[in-house]
């Protein structure tokens, strides 16, 4: 669900105008409903409310601090991935029990500063890295909370490349390597393991590979006496949203399906959804550059990019694109399809391909979904400058994020 309606045949967010906005601000130009955000963790926070989980929203989805600050406000922790995060989320006031911080590949530095802010827990996701926080934890007289991020082998049928759970991938720390940390615990002498961590992979729409990785893990559990101590299971994130003609399980039955087995497994849970909240909070807004034709193939050529937007060229994504102008989705030639580009000099600058849309040159144009993965996988290439984010709350418009400037792409060089 989200609130961006056609009203007297005009897109809205929520109560504003999304073509008065393109205009105000120009495109391209990332739009969020603050009504969309808040609902989608009220959902998730109402459907686990029977065991109270710590609901910590996954950062790396959309880092902007005005949404970072919304949360945290409305009772979210954060799920962080690097020290940026980390500098993010202290500079919104979370509060510092409420941080828990992954990745298979955290620095000395980042580790070091994550120490010193005293964060609720660090998702380990290896024998070295755990032997480096003990190190660290030992210099910095501390004793640190650290969960052991478990690879459960599961297939989570989603896209290759944001599948997390399988052996193959670089995630987590296999059964016997896990099995050896928990029976040797007593060498990590400043550091806590007080929990596992889950995390499967992302958009996964169905429960069956949730339920697989908690079988998985509650034996795991049963089988090693030194996990009576454990207090935490965090079962990450990954829930899917509809981009398409998908039916991702809702807030409700996912708890539903999850709630009989994690009550069995008996520890505090700890979520960490990102996409499921703000995915489908946000759309980016482009205006057509040109219409053309070549060997009887029509292109609609915008103003956004693979730089703007990265999911369709990454993972041949399909985001929904609409007219901003309701009565122009009308218009499309039966049988007559076209693709959706960027100017990048790439053939993989795309926004959508093989679709009936009909638009003139000045006309605007919405992608749907684009709340997360959108701005947070922005880059500079082709020295573009990256676009702003406006958020709306019933019919008052805030600007969030300023356009970059020219002298902004070149801030940090250095001509010698």
Do not use: W
Request: charged share 30%; with cysteine; proline share 3%.
């Amino acid at each position: 669900m989200d609130y961006f309606k056609y009203k007297n045949s005009s897109l809205y967010c929520e109560g504003v105008s999304v073509k008065k906005i393109a205009k105000k601000y120009d495109t391209p130009l990332f739009i969020y409903s603050q009504k969309t955000i808040l609902e989608h963790f009220s959902k998730l926070k109402e459907a686990f409310s029977q065991i109270k989980p710590l609901i910590c929203y996954s950062v790396k989805a959309n880092s902007n601090l005005s949404i970072l600050k919304l949360l945290v406000k409305a009772g979210a922790g954060l799920d962080i991935v690097s020290g940026g995060e980390l500098y993010r989320a202290k500079k919104i006031k979370c509060h510092s029990e409420k941080i828990v911080y992954a990745s298979v590949g955290k620095t000395e530095e980042e580790i070091k500063e994550a120490i010193a802010e005293d964060i609720f827990m660090f998702n380990v996701e290896s024998t070295n890295e755990l032997k480096r926080i003990d190190k660290i934890a030992k210099k910095s007289g501390k004793k640190v909370r650290v969960s052991l991020r478990l690879n459960p082998d599961v297939e989570s049928k989603t896209h290759k490349y944001i599948t997390t759970g399988k052996k193959e991938t670089k995630f987590g720390i296999d059964k016997k390597s896990a099995r050896e940390i928990f029976l040797g615990a007593d060498k990590y002498k400043n550091v806590i393991i007080a929990g596992i961590h889950l995390h499967i992979g992302s958009q996964i729409t169905e429960s069956f590979p949730f339920i697989s990785a908690l079988k998985k893990t509650k034996e795991f559990l049963a089988a090693i006496p030194a996990s009576k101590n454990l207090e935490f299971l965090n079962i990450g994130g990954g829930l899917g949203i509809v981009y398409k003609d998908e039916q991702p399980q809702t807030a409700k039955e996912f708890a539903k399906n999850t709630l009989p087995l994690l009550k069995t497994i008996g520890l505090k849970v700890i979520l960490e959804p990102g996409r499921f909240i703000i995915g489908n909070a946000g759309i980016l807004v482009t205006k057509v550059l040109y219409n053309k034709e070549s060997y009887n193939k029509g292109f609609i050529v915008v103003d956004a990019a693979m730089n703007d937007f990265l999911r369709p060229s990454l993972y041949n994504a399909y985001h929904k694109i609409i007219t901003v102008d309701e009565n122009k989705n009308k218009l499309f030639q039966k049988n007559k399809l076209v693709d959706i580009v960027g100017p990048v000099c790439e053939s993989g600058d795309f926004l959508g391909k093989k679709r009936k849309i009909s638009a003139d040159e000045g006309d605007y144009l919405a992608v749907f979904g684009a709340g997360a993965y959108g701005t947070s996988m922005s880059s500079n290439y082709n020295s573009r400058r990256r676009a702003p984010e406006v958020l709306i709350n019933n019919k008052r418009c805030y600007r969030i994020k300023k356009r970059e400037s020219y002298q902004d792409l070149i801030k940090q060089e250095i001509i010698i």
